[in-house]
């Protein structure tokens, strides 16, 4: 019979959940001013599709717009 193997999962340590952790701590403030019919929009948006957190969203959708801008003109070799 061949030898049984240990089936024990390995420990991730902790300080690596802490750095990883730490990384993603949002700790840079921006501020964004609104007009009025701008901020009539996000609310009528985050009533009908019953979003939590306004700053989630806003967040999401300035970042998705400056990852796709990135992604589209990335250096080239020629």
């Known amino acids: 019979m061949g030898k049984r193997k ?3 999962l390995q420990a991730v340590d902790p300080a690596y959940f802490d750095k990883q ?14 007009n009025a019919g701008e901020l009539a929009a996000i609310d009528e948006y985050c009533r009908r599709f019953k ?3 306004r700053s989630a969203l806003i967040r999401q959708a300035v970042m998705e717009r400056v990852l796709r ?5 990335h250096p080239t070799l020629f």
């Open 69 to 73: 801008g990135l992604e589209e003109n």
């Open 51 to 53: 979003v939590g957190s």
């Open 6 to 8: 240990n089936n024990k």
């Open 21 to 34: 952790r730490e990384s993603m701590l949002r700790v840079h403030r921006k501020s964004v001013l609104f």
